[in-house]
């Protein structure tokens, strides 16, 4: 979960644009929940838009946003909030809250993966802590990669087998600092990164390019 500091405020035809003191990590097409700023901005929004230009209002013809290319402006969220146009003002209040939870893959998905048939309470507690792990690791760097994709819906196949075999590395680590925990006498194993087949699976391997 992530809290960002407000530092400027925008409504003009129902739709909303903050704009946070920080780099942010949001996502269109994501939710926020936008605290201390006052009626009507304070609530949970979906992100419709990542503006890099000052917003000027919906085109009356197309129903488009509008944006001014001479005025730039950093760090912008849009979302759709319905309330009396608000002009441009700065503020050292409100905050804005990005919390993705990603679910693509469960603890049984991993068991599956490693063939463990049975599991003590506190492998099952620890299998649930590496597909928590593996999703949000799966998700932040396709999102970092350029892709749009929903937390609660697998992109595809094969991203699923991608975050699977990644969890099942986290797990397999388990006691151990940089490498898979072995009691094999004729050396140590190499320290393990993250592996090209993932990186091929996740579609990570170079960003994307629209």
């Not at 094999?184 to 391997?205: D, K, R, T, W, Y």
Request: aromatic share 12%; glycine share 8%.
């Amino acid at each position: 979960m992530s809290t960002y500091n407000i530092t400027s405020k925008l409504l003009i035809d129902n739709y909303a644009v903050l704009q946070t003191l920080e780099n942010n990590e949001i996502a269109v097409g994501q939710s926020i929940t936008v605290a201390s700023l006052g009626s009507p901005f304070n609530g949970t929004f979906t992100v419709l838009d990542l503006p890099e230009h000052e917003f000027i209002g919906i085109d009356s013809t197309t129903g488009f946003p509008m944006f001014n290319e001479f005025v730039q402006r950093q760090n912008q969220v849009l979302f759709a909030c319905t309330g009396a146009n608000v002009l441009y003002t700065f503020t050292t209040v409100g905050t804005i809250t990005y919390a993705p939870v990603c679910t693509w893959i469960t603890a049984n998905d991993i068991a599956d993966w490693l063939y463990l048939s049975t599991a003590t309470a506190a492998d099952q507690t620890f299998l649930t802590i590496c597909a928590a792990a593996s999703n949000q690791f799966a998700f932040r760097r396709r999102q970092e990669s350029g892709y749009f994709d929903a937390l609660g819906t697998v992109p595809s196949q094969d991203v699923k087998l991608g975050t699977v075999m990644y969890g099942g590395a986290l797990y397999r680590q388990r006691g151990s600092v940089d490498t898979f925990a072995s009691f094999n006498e004729m050396g140590s194993a190499p320290p393990m990164a993250l592996s090209a087949i993932v990186q091929q699976l996740l579609g990570i391997s170079r960003p994307q390019v629209a």
